[in-house]
């Protein structure tokens, strides 16, 4: 899967994204997740418990898809 249409997208379940309640950054394939990884401190209007949850789907969604992740702890995103 590459880019998904508008319809692809309302048409995945909640549980299809890093952050289900806000439907933000889906994780259908090893781009979507190297995309959610990318834009992780993007997403506005979330808790700290929230983004420990969508930290753990994309970790999941990352081994499914053969994505490596270096980062133990989305804390860790950015920093050099």
């Given amino acids: 899967m ?4 508008a319809h692809e997208r309302d048409e ?3 549980s299809a994204f890093a952050f289900p309640r806000e439907r ?3 994780l259908v394939d090893a781009r979507h997740v190297r ?3 990318a834009r992780f ?3 506005e209007g979330v808790s700290d418990a929230e983004r420990d949850e969508a930290w753990r789907r ?3 969604a990352a081994q499914r898809f053969g994505v490596h992740v270096s980062e133990s702890t989305w ?3 950015g920093r050099d």
């Fill in 2 to 5: 590459t880019r998904l249409s």
């Fill in 12 to 14: 995945l379940p909640d």
């Fill in 24 to 26: 933000k950054e889906p």
């Fill in 35 to 37: 995309d959610a990884l």
């Fill in 41 to 43: 401190d993007q997403v």
């Fill in 58 to 60: 994309i970790l999941d």
């Fill in 75 to 77: 804390r860790e995103l």
